[in-house]
C-alpha cells in the first residue's frame, strides 16, 4: 500500500502563486509515474501535470506556462508550482501515484483562486 498526503493548499488571489506538495509513505517501490489532478464543484476530475521517474513532464493545455510539476525522488515527494492563478483554477487537488499500474490517491487539498 502507498500512502499520499498533500499539502500547501489554501487561498490566494488571483495572479498569485501556491505550491503544493504530496508525500508517498508505505509500500514505496516501484513507483512510477506521480502527478496532480484536480476537481472543481460540478465537475468531473481533470489531469493537471504527471511526471515519471525519469522526470518527463507532461501538462494539460490549461496549464502550461503557468504550473510546473517537479519531483524529488529521495524524498518520494512531487511538488506543483502554481503561478498566474486564476479563479478557474479553484479546486480540489489530488495526488496520483502509479505502483506497477496500480493507481493511489491522496485525499486531495483545496486550492481557492480568489479576491
Known amino acids: 500500500q502507498v500512502q499520499l498526503v498533500e499539502s500547501g493548499g489554501g487561498l490566494v488571489q488571483p495572479g498569485g502563486s501556491l505550491r503544493v506538495s504530496c508525500a508517498a509513505s508505505?509500500?514505496?517501490?516501484?513507483?512510477?509515474?506521480m502527478g496532480w489532478y484536480r476537481q472543481a464543484p460540478g465537475k468531473e476530475r481533470e489531469l493537471v501535470a504527471t511526471?515519471?521517474?525519469?522526470?518527463?513532464?507532461n501538462y494539460a493545455d490549461s496549464v502550461k506556462g503557468r504550473f510546473a510539476i517537479s519531483r524529488d525522488n529521495a524524498k518520494n515527494t512531487i511538488y506543483l508550482q502554481m503561478n498566474s492563478l486564476k479563479s478557474e483554477d479553484t479546486a480540489v487537488y489530488y495526488c496520483?501515484?502509479?505502483?506497477?499500474?496500480?493507481?493511489?490517491w491522496g485525499q486531495g487539498t483545496q486550492v481557492t483562486v480568489s479576491s
Open positions: 496520483l501515484a502509479r505502483q506497477l499500474g496500480q493507481p493511489y
Open positions: 508505505g509500500s514505496i517501490f516501484s513507483i512510477g509515474t
Open positions: 511526471i515519471t521517474s525519469g522526470y518527463n513532464t
